[in-house]
């Protein structure tokens, strides 16, 4: 059943107060709520080099209450791997395995381990947190970078390329199940890990997770541009069960009312976008358009 | 020389304040009027949005001032306008 009330939500914390992240981290939003739809005592999570590492804390002491095991910047599939197969050869059948990437970490450094990892069908969820960047080391381009932005690895003519489409490559390994969520709609995020964590095979979930300082907003409006991102249609949020493709959320609505917002609307709040030009958002408008109207088309085709 | 016998053992045990009485980082404070609180449970859309998770879900609210990072988020998303950021001297 889905989540339709804050009511619903399992009220205790995972993560304890007095965290490394920023003041309005989208990735914290999106982890306090991922881990509230995982067992507390039964979760195993797989975190490469990132912002969630420097969440997870220095040592002696973390924040987050279940097990984390922090891999190498490259490695997160294999590792999470590595844990699936030790937990089956040592007769432990009811964890959750949950690798936790940046985006940085899933579309470029460790897309060769996820890809091996999906390829075998690795019985494990594997969340991709994509803040848009390498934000950890201050702001570097990624594979996800929108065109159009500012980043201190694009600082004069802003980045060049589109953001890669990360989940149809995922698509590709024929995975029984893929989402995307956002922490500014965190029931459906919450719907979607719940049900993952019961799904048996290779399970990718990417969300969209802004982040104040990287993206220029100021922190109070974390919540405003990720639902200004969904509005506009540059993050759509779906679910693909089997290979059957529906709009959720928000998306969905959208789908039935239509679109009010465009890009103009969505970048307007955020520095990163200060030097973007007339043709870079004409272009960046299309490509928004292209991806919004073959999901339209994906979910009324599936979902007639 | 003994030989060590003793496992090397790095993992780190779940405590609050990892980073330190995070609240020192606030240049604002949320201030609740529970009067303009719906203090129904069936709101709490600033206890949901909290990214630090320091707003209590029990009625009337209380944020845990040691480590509210003062992101304004909740006085932003509450519907009646209910909490309001306050400057620190
Ligand atoms: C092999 C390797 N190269 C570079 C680094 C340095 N490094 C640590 S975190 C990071 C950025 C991570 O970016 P992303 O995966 O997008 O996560 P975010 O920091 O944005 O949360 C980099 C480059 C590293 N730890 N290992
Ligand atoms: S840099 Fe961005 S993603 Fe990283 S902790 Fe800060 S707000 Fe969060
Ligand atoms: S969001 Fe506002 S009205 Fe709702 S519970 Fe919080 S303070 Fe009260
Ligand atoms: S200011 Fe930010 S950290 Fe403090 S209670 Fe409000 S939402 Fe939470």
Redesign the pocket.
């Known amino acids: 059943m889905a989540t339709t009330s804050v009511k619903q939500l399992p009220k205790t914390e995972m993560i304890l107060p007095g965290t490394r992240s920023c003041?309005?981290c989208g990735l914290m939003l999106t982890y306090r709520h991922a881990l509230k739809a995982l067992d507390e005592g039964k979760t195993i999570v797989a975190v490469p080099a990132s912002c969630m590492t420097v969440l997870h804390g220095v040592y002696p002491i973390t924040p987050v209450k279940v097990v984390c095991i922090n891999n190498p910047f490259a490695a997160t599939g294999a590792a999470a791997s590595g844990i699936v197969a030790g937990l089956k050869a040592t007769g432990k059948s009811d964890y959750t395995v949950v690798a936790f990437a940046g985006d940085g970490g899933t579309y470029d450094i460790g897309i060769q381990a996820l890809s091996g990892a999906l390829e075998r069908g690795v019985n494990f969820i594997y969340i991709c947190y994509d803040n848009e960047g390498y934000m950890n080391t201050g702001t570097q381009r990624s594979s996800a970078s929108p065109l159009g932005a500012v980043t201190s690895t694009t600082p004069i003519l802003s980045k060049l390329q589109h953001k890669k489409d990360m989940i149809r490559i995922v698509e590709a390994h024929d995975l029984p199940y893929i989402a995307t969520g956002s922490p500014a709609f965190p029931f459906d995020l919450f719907d979607k890990v719940k049900y993952a964590k019961d799904v048996l095979g290779s399970r990718y979930i990417e969300v969209h997770a802004p982040c104040p300082p990287g993206w220029g907003f100021p922190?109070?409006d974390l919540v405003k541009m990720g639902k200004l991102a969904v509005e506009s249609g540059i993050h759509v949020l779906f679910e693909i069960r089997e290979g059957r493709f529906s709009l959720t959320s928000r998306s969905l609505a959208m789908a039935k009312k239509g679109r009010k917002m465009n890009v103009s609307d969505y970048i307007k709040g955020q520095t990163r976008f200060k030097k973007i030009s007339g043709a870079h958002l004409a272009q960046l408008q299309e490509f928004t358009d292209k991806k919004w109207n073959e999901s339209l088309e994906r979910h009324f085709r599936d979902n007639p | 020389m003994s030989k060590n016998s003793t496992p090397i053992r790095t993992v780190s045990t779940p405590a609050e304040g990892e980073a330190g009485k995070t609240g020192d980082w606030?240049s604002?404070?949320?201030k609740i009027d529970h009067e303009k609180c719906s203090q129904k449970d069936s709101c709490l859309l600033?206890w949901l949005?909290?990214?630090?998770?320091?707003?209590s879900a029990t009625f009337p609210l209380e944020?845990?001032?040691t480590?509210?990072?003062?992101?304004?988020?909740?006085?932003e998303e509450c519907p009646r306008k209910a909490?309001e950021?306050v400057d620190d001297k």
């Not at chain 2, 949005?49 to 707003?55: A, F, H, N, S, T």
């Not at chain 2, 480590?67 to 006085?75: L, Q, S, V």
């Open positions: 003041a309005g922190n109070k | 606030r604002q404070t949320p600033c949005y909290c990214p630090d998770g320091v707003i944020i845990n001032l480590y509210c990072k003062g992101c304004g988020i909740c006085a909490i950021m």
